[in-house]
């Protein structure tokens, strides 16, 4: 359902959004299965984060909500980075 409920998401957005803002701010987050009606957007850095927080989220959840008919939890998050194995081999 999470692919079903994001793929929703990502054609309405593209029909609302210009292409340019669709193409640099959506496009990059990735979507993660949630539980009890809640969703998980993965960011791949925090400015990316941080202007789909202020500027899309309560829209993406309007979809959430549409979609499913009942309201969704959506939350970002910063996608972690593993760090390099070499970092742990240092000492």
Known sequence: MTQDFWSFCLSRLEQELPQQQF???IKTLRAESG???AWTLIAPNRF???WVRERYL???EELGEEFAGTPLAVEL????R?????LHDAH
């Open 23 to 25: 193409n640099t701010w």
């Open 77 to 80: 998050k910063l996608l972690e």
């Open 58 to 60: 309560r829209r993406i």
């Open 35 to 37: 539980e009890d009606a």
């Open 82 to 86: 593993v760090p390099p194995a070499y």
């Open 48 to 50: 990316v984060l941080q």
